[in-house]
């Protein structure tokens, strides 16, 4: 995305109505939540986050944790 692009989307936002922006802010949320979970996704397949995992499971194991 260029510049100018990123400044229309500011323009075009920054002239929303109070109801209007209410409406791009929850679907922008949701659009934002869409792409972390993808990520999520895709780095838990890729093995990412294994070493996450493997020092969570170590720490249980060792002690190393407490009930919330």
Known sequence: M???TVQELQA???QLSAQELARFREWFEEF???LWDEQFEEDVK???LDHLAEQA???LRAGNCREL
Do not use: L, P, Q, R
């Open 2 to 4: 260029n510049t100018k």
């Open 12 to 14: 075009a936002v920054s």
């Open 32 to 34: 934002e939540a869409k």
């Open 46 to 48: 890729s093995g990412k």
């Open 57 to 59: 499971i170590a720490d």
